[in-house]
């Protein structure tokens, strides 16, 4: 079983900046794959931003310029560096990581959110 555990959302006015972690825990045998996702009141949950085992990154069009993925292999975990933040990028953050269990195992495994508020 693999445990995610984020943090790093809280209250930031216009043009500020925040940076969530996602760290995971458990039977980890290897990660391919880190997205963080968000979903605002009344919408779809979204894409924000991925990174893939070999390094490779994938934003949203909205968020290019402004957000930066990064992960430390040592600790599994992963960063998301938010600067000018804007009020469209209020939302409930999540991560979301796919990997290999020992025991040739898969898994997916989501995060309990956390709250991002930009606002002045």
């Known amino acids: 079983q693999v445990q995610l555990v984020e943090s790093g959302g809280g209250l930031v006015q216009p043009g500020g900046s925040l940076r969530l972690s996602c760290a995971a825990s458990?039977?980890?045998?290897?990660?391919?794959?880190t997205g963080w996702y968000r979903q605002a009141p009344g919408k779809q949950r979204e894409l924000v931003a991925a990174?893939?085992?070999?390094?490779?990154?994938n934003y949203v069009d909205s968020v290019k310029g402004r957000v930066t993925i990064s992960r430390d292999n040592a600790k599994n975990t992963v960063y998301l560096q938010m600067n000018s933040l804007k009020p469209e990028d209020t939302a409930v953050y999540y991560c979301?990581?796919?990997?290999?269990?020992?025991?040739?195992?898969?898994?997916?495994?989501w995060g309990q959110g956390t709250q991002v508020t930009v606002s002045s």
């Open positions: 979301n990581v796919k990997g290999r269990t020992y025991g040739a195992g898969t898994f997916d495994s």
């Open positions: 458990g039977n980890i045998f290897s990660i391919y794959r």
């Open positions: 990174i893939t085992n070999d390094g490779s990154t």
